[in-house]
């Protein structure tokens, strides 16, 4: 997986995200992302839940 990723940020312009946290729970795979000009972040377990704004 990798460090960085683009996501259309619902706070601002940006499309980069930046991963800063990463860990494994019973759900699968947990994920924090935040991008790297507002600081918006979300949660992502395994691509299929997300705490992200639609």
Known sequence: M????????PEC??????KTAYMEIHLGKK???QCSD????????N???TTAEA
């Open 13 to 18: 312009d940006s499309t980069k995200f930046w």
């Open 47 to 49: 691509d299929d839940i």
């Open 38 to 45: 507002c600081g918006y972040g979300f949660i992502q377990i």
């Open 31 to 33: 994920t924090k992302w």
């Open 2 to 9: 990798s460090l960085e990723m683009e996501y259309d940020c």
